[in-house]
């Protein structure tokens, strides 16, 4: 009796697949949106010399220029010179501290910048040194504090320089048998 009850419900589902057809598969379609997400970087930063106004970094070599650098020697074997600036004082503090930069370097962009500093040409009788401190309130960076040498070759005086972060830039002189006049140079600052 069992299996003529199965035999005969399987019957029934035959003659419902033949009267009604078999369920139909269901197939999938696919569509997709590519998604950019795009942050535009900004490498910028101010340099703001010693009684100025601060100077806007520019893209194009060499850059904006600030007002002029001086030290002042009058026997040219002085060492440990201060940088001035005209009708501004000098930096505050004698070789190696400062409490007073004669520059300061702010992050104007939104990335986290490596500043160097070199320059374009020597001065055979002078050694040009610096060092760099944070400046107060900046909470990310890492300025070289040990006394680098300005030269050609050119050096990091602070990496990991945080948005709106600043640090200080102090630099000093050492001449050795300068004849009297007029020497010139140009320090240049990079970031990377």
Do not use: H
């Amino acid at each position: 009796m069992k299996t003529r009850k199965a035999i005969a419900v399987m019957v029934m589902w035959m003659m419902a697949f033949m009267v009604f057809g078999a369920a139909p598969a269901q197939s999938q379609e696919y569509a997709y949106t590519q998604v950019i997400v795009t942050i535009t970087t900004s490498k910028s930063f101010t340099v703001t010399l010693q009684g100025e106004g601060a100077t806007n970094s520019d893209p194009s070599f060499p850059g904006t220029a600030t007002q002029v650098m001086w030290f002042n020697g009058s026997t040219g074997n002085e060492k440990a010179m201060n940088a001035t600036v005209a009708g501004a004082g000098a930096q505050v503090g004698p070789w190696p501290a400062c409490t007073t930069p004669i520059e300061v370097f702010k992050n104007t962009g939104n990335v986290v910048l490596r500043l160097n500093i070199y320059q374009n040409n020597t001065i055979a009788c002078t050694t040009f040194m610096y060092n760099a401190s944070m400046a107060a309130g900046s909470t990310t960076g890492t300025a070289n504090v040990s006394l680098g040498v300005i030269d050609a070759a050119g050096s990091a005086f602070v990496s990991g320089l945080g948005m709106n972060n600043a640090t200080n830039l102090c630099a000093w002189a050492n001449f050795s048998s300068c004849g009297g006049g007029n020497y010139y140079t140009v320090f240049n600052y990079t970031s990377n």
